[in-house]
């Protein structure tokens, strides 16, 4: 078994190798980022009057990135070949970094990008993939070699820092120059894993104000009746050493005691990623004997993704990536205050800022697979909602969209409860920067007992000019 030997060197022009040098460094760039941009990102694929647009950064000129003394071959890694990351470095760089994308690179990953023959063509055909190479010189190929890499070694990198899929950018970055922005405010507060701003390049409006929170707050209702129905916090977990083992085959069962209560139709999370809807998600919690970077934590492990809020002079407010986002990735949950419908005065409300959380079946006898917004029917009566008018994060400028690029996903974290649970949204495919997040809210855009939406998504599939 062999070590990474020899002295990691920095690419920054002079830098010795004090750790302060990189937050030295990181400081720079920030204030220089401020110069000339705001938002740490901004993109394409917007309107006309779109006022921001994509920056592709110099990775090695603009992060510490580190190169290594490969070690030679040897036939098993341990965590002798880890390049020092740990747990609280790992939150640090997440904090600075334009996309999760970059951390592993500063910890002595490269990744590449090569060209293969195309097996299924005749001619000279290629087509790109991605390798990983470690700090201990092996390359990696796909996420099953990947995870058993970060598992060996010991390493603090969430698996959802990395990606294979060759047409993500991880150079790619959405900024709004500071000339063209009227208005901006900081919406996020000390708690926020990362700092998320709002930006008007119109006029001089700003997002209401609301408390941002982490997690969801209860009603004192909302307390008082799950203590009156005995709707109990989660006490059980897995008993799993290590890291919970996904079913081996799709559509088989998991021996992890979390995992194996999914439905043959809900096979949970793959490396760390949610690659279509399920029924629901069981995510294991501090109950369970697995360790905290279990892959099935996804919700608390993930590294956020960057976003920012932004004036859309048609529809006002919404979320836009700031870099690139892989297919799979968790996004966030839906938070604010859990409400009981006689709190929620349905009725008249003006606004959208509530999502009701629908009865599932945990047994799988009678809810529907496609839970991409399970949020709108049922009988309100015994329901709960999650209202973020007064307390939320950034989901809840979400817009709708008849073709979304995002999916909400049931998720059982402190309550496995048929009516309690959080909702987590996760990109249906890739994301480009730039790109507006948006998910189906899948309520009536002409009539129904609903109040109507106006939709303003555009898409060739809008359900706004349907006859019902």
Excluded at 74 to 88: L, P
Aim: glycine share 8%; charged share 25%.
């Amino acid at each position: 078994m062999a070590s990474v030997e020899g002295k990691k060197k920095r690419r920054l022009r002079g830098d010795d190798e004090d750790e302060s040098d990189n937050w030295r460094f990181f400081e720079r760039r920030r204030k220089t980022d401020e110069e000339n941009a705001v938002g740490s990102t901004s993109g394409a694929h917007g309107s006309a009057a779109d006022c921001g647009s994509v920056n592709y950064i110099n990775i090695k000129d603009s992060y510490p990135v580190y190169e290594t003394a490969r070690a030679s071959s040897h036939s098993k890694c341990s965590e002798a070949c880890r390049f020092e990351d740990s747990a609280a470095s790992v939150t640090q760089y997440s904090k600075v970094v334009h996309s999760p994308l970059v951390i592993p690179l500063l910890f002595g990953y490269d990744r590449q990008t090569k060209s293969v023959k195309d097996s299924t063509s005749k001619g000279k055909a290629t087509n790109d993939t991605i390798v990983y190479v470690t700090p201990c010189g092996r390359s990696l190929t796909n996420l099953r070699a990947l995870d058993t890499y970060l598992i060996a070694v010991g390493s603090f990198i969430p698996i959802g820092c990395f990606s294979f899929q060759p047409d993500l950018d991880i150079a790619r970055n959405f900024v709004v120059p500071r000339g063209k922005v009227q208005a901006s405010r900081v919406i996020t507060n000390a708690f926020a894993p990362n700092e998320i701003s709002a930006f008007n390049c119109h006029d001089d409006s700003l997002p209401g104000k609301f408390i941002y929170v982490t997690n969801s707050i209860k009603s004192t209702a909302t307390s008082e009746r799950i203590e009156r129905e005995q709707r109990k916090q989660r006490v059980d977990g897995c008993s799993c050493k290590g890291y919970c083992e996904p079913a081996i085959d799709e559509g088989g069962v998991s021996n992890c005691g979390c995992m194996g209560r999914l439905s043959a139709q809900s096979s949970g999370y793959g490396y760390g990623l949610l690659n279509r809807s399920q029924r629901f998600i069981l995510e294991c919690t501090d109950a369970c004997g697995c360790l905290p970077l279990c892959r099935n934590r996804v919700s608390v492990n993930a590294i956020p993704w960057r976003v920012m809020i932004y004036y859309y002079p048609n529809k006002r407010w919404g979320v836009r990536s700031t870099c690139d986002i892989p297919r799979g990735s968790f996004i966030g949950l839906y938070q604010g205050q859990i409400l009981t419908e006689t709190e929620l005065d349905r009725e008249e409300r003006t606004d959208t800022f509530f999502l009701t959380l629908k009865s599932l079946d945990i047994a799988g006898t009678s809810v529907s697979d496609d839970s991409e917004n399970a949020s709108m029917s049922g009988p309100y009566g015994k329901l709960f909602s999650i209202d973020a008018s007064r307390f939320g994060n950034f989901t809840r400028f979400l817009n709708h969209s008849c073709t979304p690029n995002l999916y909400a996903q049931p998720i059982f974290r402190e309550h496995c409860d048929p009516l309690l649970y959080d909702m987590g949204f996760f990109a249906k495919r890739n994301i480009p920067a730039g790109e507006e997040l948006t998910w189906d809210w899948k309520r009536s855009m002409v009539r129904e007992k609903e109040r109507p939406v106006e939709c303003f998504c555009g898409s060739e599939n809008c359900r706004k000019d349907r006859r019902q």
